[in-house]
């Protein structure tokens, strides 16, 4: 079968499912990672035609997407921060969103550090896709990821050999930690934020098949985990060290006054390329 007939087959088999859109994007994914094409080389090539195991690659891939699994897992592989990564069932995908507060922390970093070393600390790493786009876009940094899971930890250890940074991996639950023993002047975290009564706004592909101990927090305590990390911030920072979060797109207002509670000064809350309030942070005076 020509590939540019599969092309409609595949799209009307998604139909119902996904908008045109979406499907267009799934096509030219799986296209580059199968054949290495982009969408003006199919056009070049028009009369390339699929040979049965190749078929059969590209019929899996849409089994799978029909039941609405996410392309980053049935590929195993995205793209964040122009780097790649490996993704899986234990891991979170990686979301434009996070992005937006690598590229922040970057820009924080240059503009206040000036010195020849600077310690890093990125807390649920999952894909260490914080942590492995910071050691690269950071070459004064030493950086340190910790996540509670080991599966989630083998996926970053990959990451970070694949994109041949040096990030040191610790395992332990921030929860259960009392002192992080080291002092740095940057510490980061996304962790879960997505409340139980907000589960009716998340996609099936993302209730179905992300992990949802990185997902989810209960209602009653949502800003558990904040709490907790800028508790350990106010212990791990050094003078005039930063705080930075990803957080609950409602709960902005609260993020504020949680830091306000520990004192940190300039504090600052961003909007996301959605316009929703998505990220925040706070400077640490001793």
């Not at 350990?232 to 979060?245: C, E, H, I, P, Y």
Request: charged content about 25%; overall charge negative.
């Amino acid at each position: 079968m020509f590939l540019k007939e599969y092309k409609i087959q595949f799209a009307n088999e998604l139909s119902g499912i996904y908008d045109s859109q979406e499907i267009d994007s799934f096509f030219y994914i799986v296209l580059e990672a199968f054949h290495q094409m982009k969408r003006v080389d199919l056009v070049l090539n028009d009369a390339l035609e699929l040979d049965a195991m190749q078929l059969f690659q590209w019929e899996t891939v849409l089994s799978q997407l029909k039941e609405e699994k996410p392309i980053q897992y049935i590929l195993g592989e995205t793209e964040f921060f122009g780097l790649p990564f490996y993704v899986n069932e234990n891991t979170l995908i990686p979301r434009p969103e996070t992005e937006e507060l690598v590229d922040w922390i970057i820009q924080c970093a240059n503009e206040k550090f000036k010195i020849e070393k600077i310690k890093i600390l990125d807390i649920g790493t999952g894909t260490g896709c914080i942590a492995v786009s910071l050691a690269k876009n950071l070459t004064n940094a030493e950086v340190y990821a910790l996540d509670v899971s080991e599966k989630a930890l083998e996926i970053a250890h990959k990451n970070a050999n694949r994109n041949n940074v040096s990030v040191t991996f610790l395992s332990q639950s921030i929860l259960e930690t009392e002192d992080l023993l080291r002092e740095f002047h940057i510490i980061v975290s996304n962790p879960p934020y997505v409340r139980n009564l907000e589960k009716q706004e998340i996609k099936k592909n993302v209730l179905d098949f992300e992990p949802h101990l990185a997902l989810f927090v209960e209602d009653n305590d949502p800003l558990l985990f904040y709490r907790k990390i800028t508790q350990l911030a106010k212990k791990n920072l050094s003078d005039r060290g930063m705080l930075f979060f990803e957080i609950n797109q409602y709960l902005g207002k609260e993020m504020i006054r949680l830091l306000q509670d520990y004192n940190f000064s300039d504090i600052e809350l961003k909007k996301d390329i959605y316009g929703n309030d998505r990220m925040i942070k706070g400077l640490l005076s001793v």
